[in-house]
């Protein structure tokens, strides 16, 4: 669950959303936070042979800023991404939807494009419109501190933060062959609520200077997510923002395969992701669900799901209670349709000890050292040869505190 | 979501399992429970026609006690039901299943029937074994002490307690034409944890006198768990052990209509379940969810289980922040293909107020008073004219206790 060092080989020039050859970006304090700090930031893509890809929420109360960045995909290359913080204008209404055509309206203008160019993020509070003069006056700073270096990375990801206690960036290398030039991706995530199935909680922002087409770019995109954020689920409730958006600049002149460009997105949003659960609200453990034996991928991802919004299980994994009775109580929950296992099979182990064998007791349950961060729950279902990771947290007082203490 | 009590027509003589004509019970301390306190219970049917039926758990991992009471029912009459705490006999393997086996075999013996009219339900830790010696010793004391009167119902009640902190009974008088005897629904529940779907909890046992047969009784029970017990939904989690079983003596000699029958029984499970949720584990407010305007029930109810099961939503409620956002939020991640409607027409009201019209911004939240133990939220899906309640609880810092701080 931590972050794997060997997927950053970022040296301190190499940060995020400018990694990659062709991007600037920006983030600055419009004064759209209660509390302060960055809230507008904006990624310009200046490469010669641009393509995007971008994939959002399923959830049908989407908010004005995702149905419009839908839109604009549908229609042409996104070069830009404008995102902010401090309100999520969902549930607006058609007002809201001017607000959010007026946001990519005005970076068009500045940028010189046409606005469907411009694809456009928020996060916040739902149900409450944007003051929309403070926003575009913050555009207009964001557009006036565009920059490469990485100090303009770390604005950008400090800017779309919301109750994140800190920035989430990557740089990920794609595989090099002899003589040709190195290529990355890199981006920048915001998580912490709302990181749920359908998409996990949470706007991002990657951007590679490989050269690929808007189809593959697609392509690499969605099965990228489908492993990584779509495998993370915090509390699992599934926000009306959830905006992936990826930019390509073409300008390290590599063509990768789509299978290297592929397994380089995901890393990035493999690592991007683990960063979202390591930092989500009021957790005090990591937590990896895997299943193996599964008959299927879907049944693996089921069986796992389950396990990791039950609150029973949350909450013993927060008193470290290896209490797996409550875990397989959740395996059995999945109907036999969907994944076929025998209930008098399964192997639960925790932390390395299987205290469930074969559906009953295993191991002594006094084996198992919970007092470390991170959490390993390992399911056999001894129904097949496929294996699913869900990374999950668990469920705190500080959990209950944040989302109860006040209105997000 | 308060107890009605006007289907507590109850004088102080007729309680419970007790209520109806033709049943004795009992409640006695065996010793199972770590703080002890009653343990183990016994409700018999002494009348001459005698009918059962039963509905478990749809969870794959059944506890012991529910494979062999739904075994006993497929080829006979219950007359016996015994109960225990302190441990719920799942998981437990071959020898738990001998041992579930033992428990309705002593019953049998001094009771001198065949052991397949007798029903076993357990409730407590998952995964390890009952003591024999001291449950079967339990079953004998129990036996001894059978008796007809209110204070013998209240001791079954008490007995069957875990986390729960009052005893739960309910006695319904069914309606009597001119002439007729009285006849009577009476029960008992325990709940607290695990309140879910598939079925709440838990485990219930209702006496009836009136005369019916173990198919009218199947049917009207299945139909009245599903509206009731089956709409409560504390947290999400479904145990292994939920077992709700009804027995008729037929001693009124009365035979209701299977319309009037069910009613009565479904009054007797809408209160105990009711009762359920106002007693669940940590909780602080009471919660009814209805939908109106669904096109169908399933889609009515499948909205109202998405917003029930919501984390974010929950921890709002305990905060008394009237979070629309988060209830339209849960609304939306109800896919078409279930529940059909226009996210654009949707409102939401939370104690009176619309907060929420048309999908957008309704009336202000600061009119919205939430101090109160009882919420409301009501849905309106303008899609049709099916409407469902589903009651659930808040999410609240003395849950996260309860189920962190102690194995259960």
């Known amino acids: 669950m931590s972050v794997p060092t060997d997927v950053h080989p970022t040296d301190s020039t190499r940060v995020g959303v400018t990694a990659a050859r062709g991007f600037v970006a920006s983030g600055v ?130 800017a779309i933060r919301t109750t994140d206690t800190v ?10 062959a002899p003589g040709e030039p190195v290529w990355c991706v890199g981006g920048m995530a915001k998580g912490a609520g709302m990181l749920a199935p359908g998409l996990a909680t949470m706007l991002c922002v990657l951007t590679t200077d490989a050269l690929i087409s808007d189809e593959d770019a697609y392509n690499a995109l969605t099965e990228a997510v489908r492993t990584t954020f779509n495998r993370t689920d915090s509390d699992g409730c599934m926000s009306t923002n959830d905006s992936v958006i990826l930019l390509s600049s073409g300008d390290s002149g590599v063509c990768p395969g789509l299978t290297e460009f592929t397994e380089t997105v995901r890393e990035a949003c493999g690592s991007l992701a683990r960063q979202l659960i390591a ?45 797996w009775g409550r875990i397989i109580s959740e395996v059995g929950t999945v109907p036999e349709s969907v994944a076929p296992y025998d209930p008098h099979e399964v192997d ?12 009953g007791l295993g191991d002594s349950r006094d084996l198992v050292d919970m007092t470390a961060r991170e959490v390993h729950i390992l399911v056999d279902l001894h129904a097949g040869s496929h294996e699913v990771t869900l990374w999950t947290t668990d469920l705190t007082h500080d959990y209950v505190h944040e989302n109860s203490a006040y209105s997000s």
């Open 279 to 323: 930092d989500a609200e009021g957790s005090s453990h990591d937590v990896d669900i895997t299943i193996v034996g599964a008959s299927d991928e879907v049944a693996g991802e089921t069986v796992a799901r389950a396990i990791a919004r039950s609150n029973l299980v949350k909450t013993a994994i927060f008193g470290n209670d290896p209490n």
């Open 348 to 359: 639960v182990s925790i932390n390395g000890v299987m205290v469930c064998r074969s559906g």
């Open 167 to 176: 920035c989430k960036t990557i740089v990920v290398d794609g595989p090099v």
């Open 29 to 158: 304090e419009a004064g759209l936070k209660e509390h302060g700090g960055r809230d507008v930031a904006l990624v310009v893509n200046r490469g010669t042979r641009p393509a995007s890809a971008g994939v959002f929420t399923s959830n049908r109360v989407a908010a004005a800023p995702v149905i419009l960045t839908r839109a604009h995909l549908e229609t042409a290359t996104l070069t830009a991404v404008v995102l902010n913080s401090g309100g999520a204008n969902a549930c607006t209404g058609i007002e809201g939807a001017a607000d959010a055509s007026a946001t990519a309206g005005r970076v068009a203008e500045i940028l010189d494009v046409d606005s469907n160019h411009v694809g456009v993020c928020s996060t916040g509070m739902i149900g409450e419109r944007l003051p929309m003069d403070i926003l575009l006056a913050g555009v207009d700073g964001a557009a006036a501190t565009l920059d490469a270096g990485p100090e303009a990375a770390l604005a950008a990801a400090d």
